[in-house]
């Protein structure tokens, strides 16, 4: 295949989307030389089939505010990829979201539902429509009038929608109970639904737990452990406190938590109370980390990126390009060992290329972040068969398919050096799976 043509048509395909760009390119860089050697996928057009999403879904929301008035959002679902599975990937509700953010977004999933072990192909949706800062009553509208829009589409075996950025539990049960509604049935077709109407226990916590047992993972593969390693995590949601919960669990010192107001320094290893203030601060739905340093008397740096200060471990868990090659410099600069992309997509480019020049264990996205669908499929299966699993059966399960993407991985991404390329590893084993099975399916 010729990398160049084929991003330069990309590119005139899609204009004004560099976020969908930006996501192809790193993907179709790193299977460059394994699509090489195995020449079928150019005879099937595998790659030119890839990058275009089967549909798209675009749709008017209107809702009527607290005061009354008629407000008009714009809704999507990109369904991507169903090759390997139904369509599947959550919801982002966010005033940044565009066609270009969820065509990047499910783009990504693909490959990172490819990675999970289970069957599951790739979509994403969401809306501009912005929750912060709306009632209780503003967001369950919303919601429903979104899902008055997208119900016809998805299905438990055709499309299952669950959260993302700005779609929480509360928000899947508003939409999940307007399908039930609107369907008539009472079936899998959303996760992350509630622990006692059909969800999994660990969904909540699933992406941020699969992340520390990723960094677990790569850790052992470079023969040290996380007990003691300080950490700094960005974000607000279920995965930033996720991983908090888990790596202070193990033993780790997450030494850094940042929001968009700034950052704040934990001196000692989080206790209890501070990893449920955690989740009090994002139910806030204010979206500032400064109140915690008021609260426990730690110190509070307004405006500034947590991968200023010096830690072992870095694990952006907010937002797509959270970390870019002037933070990932510094991260290099003061010594870090690794860095976990938690987020979709959370560094840019020439950072990822920096840490890895620099010979830093990264991790992308799309394996480090796949517990959280991953658990999703658990909760699909138990759908499917109207059982229910414990705590503790989920979080095997999830285990076991993190020591897979991580194997993985280090197949096809260990470099001669000894230097284990993630990125290109968790490239190529997604892209295997789902370019094979479309050959096995036929042009059709
Ligand atoms: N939004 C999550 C992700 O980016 C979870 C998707 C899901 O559970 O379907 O993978």
Same mark, same amino acid.
């Not at 005879?43 to 675009?58: A, F, G, L, T």
């Not at 390997?84 to 783009?107: A, E, M, N, Q, W």
């Not at 194997?407 to 991404?413: A, F, R, S, W």
């Given at each position: 295949?010729?990398?160049? *043509?084929?991003?330069?048509?990309?590119?005139?395909?899609?204009?004004?989307?560099p976020?969908?760009?930006?996501?192809v390119?790193?993907?179709?860089?790193?299977i460059?030389?394994?699509?090489?050697?195995?020449?079928?996928y150019d005879k099937?057009?595998i790659?030119?089939? @890839?990058v275009?999403?089967?549909?798209?879904? *675009?749709?008017?929301v209107?809702?009527?505010?607290?005061?009354?008035?008629?407000?008009?959002n714009r809704g999507y679902?990109?369904?991507?990829?169903?090759?390997i599975?139904?369509?599947?990937?959550?919801?982002?509700?966010?005033?940044?979201?565009?066609?270009? #953010?969820?065509?990047?977004?499910?783009?990504?999933?693909?490959?990172?539902n490819?990675?999970? #072990?289970?069957?599951?192909?790739?979509?994403k949706g969401?809306s501009?429509?912005?929750?912060?800062g709306?009632?209780?009553?503003?967001? @369950?509208?919303?919601c429903?009038?979104?899902?008055t829009?997208l119900?016809t589409?998805?299905g438990?075996?055709?499309?299952?929608?669950?959260?993302d950025?700005g779609?929480?539990?509360?928000?899947?049960g508003? %939409?999940?109970? %307007?399908?039930?509604?609107?369907?008539?049935e009472n079936?899998?077709? %959303?996760?992350?639904?509630g622990?006692?109407w =059909?969800?999994?226990?660990?969904?909540?916590?699933a992406?941020?737990? =699969?992340?520390?047992?990723?960094?677990?993972?790569?850790?052992?593969?470079?023969?040290m452990?996380?007990?003691?390693?300080?950490?700094?995590i960005?974000?607000?949601?279920?995965?930033?406190?996720?991983?908090?919960?888990k790596? #202070?669990?193990?033993g780790?010192?997450?030494?850094?938590?940042s929001?968009p107001?700034?950052?704040? /320094?934990?001196?000692?290893p989080?206790?209890?109370d501070?990893?449920?203030?955690m989740l009090e601060l994002?139910?806030?739905?204010?979206?500032v980390?400064?109140?915690?340093a008021?609260?426990?008397g730690?110190k509070f740096?307004?405006?500034?990126k947590?991968?200023?200060?010096?830690v !072992?471990?870095? @694990?952006?868990?907010?937002?797509?390009?959270?970390?870019?090659?002037? !933070?990932?410099?510094?991260?290099?600069a003061?010594g870090? #060992?690794m860095?976990?992309?938690?987020?979709?997509m959370?560094?840019?480019?020439?950072?990822?290329?920096?840490l890895q020049h620099?010979?830093?264990i990264?991790?992308?996205g799309?394996?480090?972040?796949?517990?959280?669908?991953?658990v999703s =499929?658990?909760?699909m299966?138990q759908?499917?068969?109207?059982?229910?699993?414990?705590?503790?059966?989920v979080?095997?399960?999830?285990?076991?398919?993190?020591?897979?993407?991580?194997?993985?991985?280090?197949?096809?991404?260990?470099?001669?050096?000894?230097?284990?390329n993630?990125?290109?590893?968790a490239?190529?084993?997604g892209?295997?799976?789902?370019?094979?099975a479309? /050959?096995?399916?036929?042009?059709?």
């Amino acid at each position: 295949m010729n990398v160049k *043509q084929l991003l330069a048509d990309v590119e005139a395909k899609n204009p004004g989307e560099p976020l969908f760009l930006q996501a192809v390119t790193e993907v179709l860089e790193t299977i460059e030389e394994y699509v090489a050697k195995n020449p079928k996928y150019d005879k099937y057009s595998i790659i030119e089939r @890839m990058v275009e999403p089967d549909r798209i879904i *675009q749709f008017r929301v209107e809702w009527v505010d607290d005061n009354g008035k008629v407000n008009v959002n714009r809704g999507y679902r990109v369904q991507f990829n169903n090759a390997i599975g139904p369509y599947k990937g959550g919801i982002r509700f966010h005033p940044s979201v565009t066609l270009d #953010t969820l065509k990047f977004l499910g783009f990504e999933q693909t490959f990172k539902n490819s990675l999970t #072990t289970l069957p599951m192909g790739g979509g994403k949706g969401g809306s501009d429509f912005n929750p912060q800062g709306k009632s209780e009553n503003e967001i @369950m509208r919303f919601c429903q009038a979104f899902m008055t829009e997208l119900y016809t589409y998805i299905g438990a075996d055709k499309d299952v929608p669950a959260g993302d950025i700005g779609v929480g539990g509360r928000e899947v049960g508003y %939409m999940y109970g %307007m399908y039930k509604k609107l369907a008539r049935e009472n079936t899998g077709v %959303m996760t992350g639904k509630g622990a006692g109407w =059909g969800g999994s226990i660990l969904r909540p916590e699933a992406t941020g737990f =699969g992340g520390v047992y990723f960094v677990n993972n790569m850790l052992k593969a470079h023969n040290m452990t996380i007990e003691g390693k300080s950490i700094s995590i960005s974000g607000f949601g279920n995965v930033a406190w996720g991983a908090a919960t888990k790596a #202070t669990e193990l033993g780790a010192f997450v030494k850094v938590i940042s929001g968009p107001d700034g950052y704040i /320094i934990n001196e000692k290893p989080m206790t209890q109370d501070q990893l449920d203030y955690m989740l009090e601060l994002r139910s806030s739905n204010n979206n500032v980390i400064k109140p915690y340093a008021d609260k426990f008397g730690v110190k509070f740096v307004a405006g500034k990126k947590a991968w200023e200060v010096k830690v !072992d471990i870095a @694990m952006p868990c907010a937002f797509q390009n959270e970390l870019n090659a002037d !933070d990932a410099k510094q991260l290099i600069a003061n010594g870090v #060992t690794m860095v976990c992309e938690v987020s979709n997509m959370g560094c840019t480019a020439d950072a990822i290329h920096a840490l890895q020049h620099a010979k830093v264990i990264f991790a992308p996205g799309k394996a480090a972040n796949a517990g959280g669908v991953g658990v999703s =499929g658990l909760e699909m299966s138990q759908n499917a068969g109207h059982i229910s699993w414990t705590g503790e059966e989920v979080d095997a399960k999830l285990h076991q398919m993190m020591d897979s993407i991580h194997e993985n991985c280090v197949k096809y991404g260990k470099q001669e050096d000894g230097y284990i390329n993630y990125v290109k590893g968790a490239n190529i084993a997604g892209f295997i799976k789902v370019a094979d099975a479309m /050959i096995d399916l036929g042009v059709c």
